[in-house]
């Protein structure tokens, strides 16, 4: 089992900055894919980031060039660093842990942090 908890929402500015944090509790860390999801009203939760066991990364095209994931596996904790916010990321972020082994799938989710972006 993996618990999340997610941090670092808040209110912020047009094009300023947050960093959110998932801290993971339970063992292997290290083993799971992360990734980086967001939900704003009325719409389906989009995929936003990714960072794999190796530390591959991929972006949505939307958050290209302004958002960066990263990890520490010393402190079981991912990150997403979102720069240059426009009022299109208001949403709540949700981190979420996957990993295939021999025996099944599995899949954890935080419960979310706001972020909301004014103009």
């Known amino acids: 089992q993996v618990q999340l908890v997610e941090s670092g929402g808040g209110l912020v500015q047009v094009g300023g900055s947050l960093r959110l944090s998932c801290a993971a509790s339970?063992?292997?860390?290290?083993?799971?894919?992360m990734d980086w999801y967001r939900q704003a009203p009325g719409k389906q939760r989009q995929l936003v980031a990714t960072?794999?066991?190796?530390?591959?990364?991929n972006y949505a095209d939307s958050v290209k060039g302004r958002f960066t994931i990263s990890r520490d596996n010393a402190k079981n904790t991912v990150y997403l660093q979102m720069n240059s916010l426009k009022p299109e990321d208001t949403a709540v972020y949700y981190c979420?842990?996957?990993?295939?082994?021999?025996?099944?799938?599995?899949?954890?989710w935080g419960q979310g942090t706001q972020v909301t972006v004014s103009s």
């Open positions: 979420n842990a996957a990993r295939r082994t021999p025996y099944g799938d599995y899949a954890y």
């Open positions: 339970g063992s292997n860390f290290d083993s799971y894919k």
């Open positions: 960072i794999t066991r190796t530390r591959s990364t």
